[in-house]
Nanobody
C-alpha cells in the first residue's frame, strides 16, 4: 500500500523556519509530481508548491520567496523549507503524489505559527 508520511511540523514563532519532509513508499517516486498543500480551518485546501518528476517547480504566490521545495529521488523524499513564517501560514500541510491515473495523499502535519 502506498504511503506518504509527512513530518517536520510544529509550533514556531512568526519569522521562524520549519522544514517539512514527505517520505514515500511503494510508488515509483521519480515518476510522480509531488506537491505540498495546506488547509486551514474553515478554508479550502490549497497548493503551496509542487515539483515535477523533471524538477520543474511551481509556487503559490504566498510561498514565493519564502518557501523552497526540493526532492531527493534516491531517498523517495520531498522537502519543503519554510522561512519567514507568518501566522497566516498556520494550517495542516499535506503531501500529494500525482501522475495520470494515480493520486495519493498523506495524513498531514500541523504547522502553527504564533504571532
Amino acid at each position: 500500500q502506498v504511503q506518504l508520511v509527512e513530518s517536520g511540523g510544529g509550533l514556531v514563532q512568526a519569522g521562524g523556519s520549519l522544514r517539512l519532509s514527505c517520505a514515500a513508499s511503494k510508488i515509483t517516486f521519480n515518476m510522480y509530481v509531488i506537491g505540498w498543500y495546506r488547509q486551514a480551518p474553515g478554508k479550502q485546501r490549497e497548493l503551496v508548491a509542487r515539483i515535477s518528476s523533471g524538477g520543474s517547480i511551481n509556487y503559490a504566490d504566498s510561498a514565493k520567496g519564502r518557501f523552497t521545495i526540493s526532492r531527493d529521488n534516491a531517498k523517495n523524499t520531498v522537502y519543503l523549507q519554510m522561512n519567514e513564517l507568518k501566522p497566516e501560514d498556520t494550517a495542516n500541510y499535506y503531501c500529494n503524489a500525482w501522475r495520470p491515473g494515480n493520486d495519493f495523499w498523506g495524513q498531514g502535519t500541523q504547522v502553527t505559527v504564533s504571532s
